[in-house]
């Protein structure tokens, strides 16, 4: 049962499958076929130089090699985050703390609404009336939390 029909592949069959992996990459991002594609190709030297190696050794390598090769990828980008100069690109309401914004709606029971630049926001807070001022003092979701600007 050790040489099954239905799996005659030879170290040329995996590093085909390593360049299919790899071109999927390229077209579904996300550093995940990348490793998939190693461990293919890693089977197939193996199996180059090991060419009596069984498929059920095959899959074993295959999968324990690609499973490793993306833990260790996710524990290393994990340690090293992305510096960027645009922290909060992607979070749009994050970048408005510390913002001071006009109440539109007044803020009654702790919720309300208040326009900065052009958009209107969801606010929570302190009560404050219609056109009141306030600060923008936190985010959650696309809640902002605010609360009244000290004049002076």
């Given at each position: 049962?050790?040489?099954?029909?239905?799996?005659?592949f030879t170290h040329w069959h995996?590093?085909?499958?390593?360049?299919?992996?790899?071109?999927?990459?390229?077209?579904?991002?996300?550093?995940?076929?990348?490793?998939?594609?190693?461990?293919?190709?890693?089977?197939?030297?193996?199996?180059?130089?090991?060419?009596?190696?069984?498929?059920?050794?095959?899959?074993?390598?295959?999968?324990?090699?690609?499973?490793?090769?993306v833990g260790a990828f996710w524990?290393?980008?994990?340690?090293?985050?992305?510096?960027?100069?645009?922290?909060?690109?992607?979070?749009?309401?994050?970048?408005?703390?510390?913002?001071?914004?006009?109440?539109?709606?007044?803020?009654?029971?702790?919720?309300?609404?208040?326009?900065?630049?052009?958009?209107?926001?969801?606010?929570?807070?302190?009560?404050?009336?219609?056109?009141?001022?306030?600060?923008?003092?936190?985010?959650?979701?696309?809640?902002?939390?605010?609360?009244?600007?000290e004049d002076g």
């Amino acid at each position: 049962m050790e040489d099954l029909a239905l799996f005659p592949f030879t170290h040329w069959h995996w590093w085909a499958l390593g360049l299919i992996l790899l071109v999927l990459e390229l077209a579904a991002p996300g550093v995940f076929f990348l490793w998939l594609g190693v461990g293919a190709w890693l089977t197939g030297a193996v199996l180059y130089l090991v060419p009596d190696l069984g498929w059920k050794g095959q899959l074993l390598l295959f999968s324990g090699s690609s499973a490793c090769f993306v833990g260790a990828f996710w524990y290393w980008r994990s340690r090293r985050p992305v510096e960027t100069d645009e922290p909060a690109l992607n979070r749009r309401a994050q970048r408005y703390v510390g913002a001071v914004a006009v109440v539109e709606e007044a803020i009654r029971n702790g919720v309300g609404a208040v326009r900065i630049e052009d958009t209107r926001w969801r606010a929570v807070g302190p009560d404050a009336p219609r056109g009141s001022r306030v600060r923008v003092t936190g985010v959650e979701g696309n809640t902002l939390q605010v609360a009244p600007v000290e004049d002076g």
